[in-house]
């Protein structure tokens, strides 16, 4: 089992920026990937950004240069530095984590980002 907690969302101004975090615990050395997927109200949830237990890291085009992924490992946490945001950026946000060797996909309760005009 793997427990997912997000904070650092909230309010912002265009072209402001904000750094999520995803706090992991429990069986967190199985964990392969993790990253964010987002979805805007009355959308598909969208794959944001992705990084492996290698560090490697993928991104959504549309978001490039301006959304960030890092992990810091001795925290046990992903982050996501966003950037220039935009009124279409808002969205929750949702932190999730994939074991391969269980095929299981865990995610977090979500964190709401609201990017005013």
């Known amino acids: 089992q793997v427990q997912l907690v997000e904070s650092g969302g909230g309010l912002v101004q265009a072209g402001g920026s904000l750094r999520l975090s995803c706090a992991a615990s429990g069986s967190i050395d199985r964990i392969n990937i993790m990253g964010w997927s987002r979805q805007a109200p009355g959308k598909e949830r969208e794959s944001v950004a992705t990084?492996?237990?290698?560090?490697?890291?993928n991104y959504a085009d549309s978001l490039k240069g301006r959304f960030t992924i890092s992990r810091d490992n001795g925290k046990n946490t992903v982050y996501l530095q966003m950037n220039s945001l935009k009124p279409e950026d808002t969205a929750v946000y949702y932190c999730?984590?994939?074991?391969?060797?269980?095929?299981?996909?865990?995610w977090g309760q979500g964190t709401q980002v609201t990017v005013s005009s």
């Open positions: 999730y984590a994939l074991v391969r060797s269980s095929r299981l996909t865990y």
């Open positions: 990084i492996t237990s290698g560090g490697t890291t």
